[in-house]
């Protein structure tokens, strides 16, 4: 399927739905156990039905998430996708940046990154010498578009203010029960200032709907599709905002790929914006605002 687009007034573009990869090849560290060729095959299988925006950080299972995500691509045509990765928050001195996005562009295979992204911003390291790093990668060639994560709005003013290209998105926890970004202006920012704002954890890694609230339930009948479909649904209807689901699973691939395509009335869009339950205003994994 052709997976619709959102397109910024900058021209810049992304598919409002790309596959995540944080916990293919391990988590933190590569594990062992894990069954490469299953993460693999799912990444080519979402390939195969129309994915192109492939989510990943040099920090997955250190490093080796990348060399799978690398392997998986190899018989695809690198222009037909949009590969996404991040430099870690301990790497966000100047030449550390440089050397982050080479190794990067090595374990995928690759020679440019359609965009580049700082994990988290650093508490040490001066944000100034990172967006210099950034721009000479944009410079270089190996990178196509840079953009941040897990920026609050101050972050995302000091960052725009420190470099000559557009951040072109800001990659945070979004979905039914965690508003932070809500809360905290980052979407209204997003959408005032033309940045894509890409929702990481969709589905809260797949704990969202372990009880389906009956608000989700009622518009899943109503639509004809599944709760996971009006999860997903619900926050590509949010203007300026994508999102990124992981998924080594084909069925729930199919499920998800179900999810966009289609709109709620407005009215529903904002009943389950009110109405879901147990809302969260701070990340349970990646505040927006943090001290050592
Ligand atoms: N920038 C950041 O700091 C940051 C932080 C976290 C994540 N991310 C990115 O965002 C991506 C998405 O976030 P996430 O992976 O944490 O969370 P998620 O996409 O909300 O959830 C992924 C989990 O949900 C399951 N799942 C997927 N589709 C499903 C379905 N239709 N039905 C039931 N379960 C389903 C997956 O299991 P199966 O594999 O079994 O389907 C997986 O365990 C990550 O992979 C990563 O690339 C970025």
């Given amino acids: 399927m052709k997976i619709p687009i959102k397109q910024l007034a900058s021209g810049f573009q992304m598919p409002v739905y790309g596959l995540g990869t944080w916990q293919m090849g391990g988590r933190n560290e590569r594990d062992p156990k894990n069954n490469d060729n299953a993460d693999i095959s799912a990444i080519r299988y979402a390939i195969e039905r129309g994915v192109t925006h492939i989510d990943t950080a040099e920090s997955y299972a250190n490093g080796y998430t990348e060399s799978l995500v690398g392997q998986a691509i190899k018989p695809y045509d690198r222009r037909s996708l949009f590969l996404v990765s991040k430099v870690h928050s301990s790497h966000l001195e100047y030449q550390q940046v440089i050397d982050a996005a080479r190794f990067s562009l090595d374990r995928l ?7 580049y992204l700082i994990h988290r911003y650093s508490l040490s390291t001066p944000l100034g010498e990172t967006m210099q790093a950034l721009d000479e990668l944009i410079h ?60 990481w954890r ?8 372990d009880a389906v609230p009956p608000v989700v339930s009622e518009l899943a009948k109503k639509y004809g599709k599944t709760p996971t479909q009006i999860a ?58 943090y001290s050592e």
């Avoid at 979004?174 to 979407?187: A, D, P, S």
């Avoid at 969709?202 to 709907?209: A, F, N, R, S």
């Avoid at 691939?253 to 289609?262: P, R, T």
Wanted: hydrophobic share 35%; glycine share 6%.
């Fill in 140 to 199: 270089q060639g190996l990178v196509r578009n840079i953009g941040v994560s897990n920026f609050p709005v101050e972050k995302m003013e000091e960052a725009r203010a420190l470099t000559k290209n557009k951040i072109v998105c800001n990659q945070v926890h979004y979905n039914l029960k965690y508003r932070e970004v809500e809360k905290e202006g980052v979407l209204r920012y997003c959408q005032e200032h033309d940045v894509m704002l890409v929702a």
């Fill in 202 to 209: 969709p589905l809260q890694k797949g704990l969202l709907l």
């Fill in 232 to 289: 997903i649904n619900w926050v590509i209807s949010q203007d300026h905002v994508v999102t990124l689901s992981k998924t080594s699973n084909n069925d729930h691939l199919q499920e998800n790929l179900g999810a966009v395509g289609w709109s709620m009335d407005t009215e529903d869009i904002e009943k389950l914006r009110s109405e879901f339950p147990n809302q969260e205003i701070v990340s349970d994994a990646v505040p927006l605002h």
């Fill in 109 to 115: 295979g690759t020679d440019y990154l359609d965009l």
